[in-house]
């Protein structure tokens, strides 16, 4: 008696984790496809304000700056292998369930992180026009 009472949760549970195993992979592929167009449609426009503001980058944005196109390069080939990896080479559903919400988790972060990292020198400017005055 007690089996057959566990056994619609656990299909419950099992279907649950098949659905919400693709829509996070697409979720996370997406979100890698966005940092790869923030970082080759953004990047060159803050390139140019910065040269024409002539400041001094902080380091990471100096490398964002200077590597860019690798990095979104690196994006736009982890948005396509992601849901291969996912679907072919990881099995059980608990394992895809944490690989996928990690991949979520690292490609959302990644788009802010960017966005940080190109308004990094921005912030130091706007510290030292309030410290100016």
Known sequence: MANSMEMPELQSRRILGMTLVPTLVVFASLGCLATSV???????????????????????????????RWIAILFAGGAVLLPIVM?????????????????????????ALTVLIM??????L???LGQAK
């Open 38 to 68: 923030l970082l080759l449609k953004v990047v060159p426009i803050f390139d140019r304000l910065f040269k024409g503001l002539q400041v001094q980058l902080p380091f990471a944005t100096r490398v964002l700056v200077a590597d860019y």
């Open 87 to 111: 679907e072919f080479l990881i099995s059980g559903v608990r394992r895809r369930l944490i690989v996928a919400g990690w991949a979520f988790a690292l490609s959302s972060g990644s788009v």
């Open 119 to 124: 308004y990094l020198p921005l912030f130091e």
């Open 126 to 128: 706007a510290r030292k």
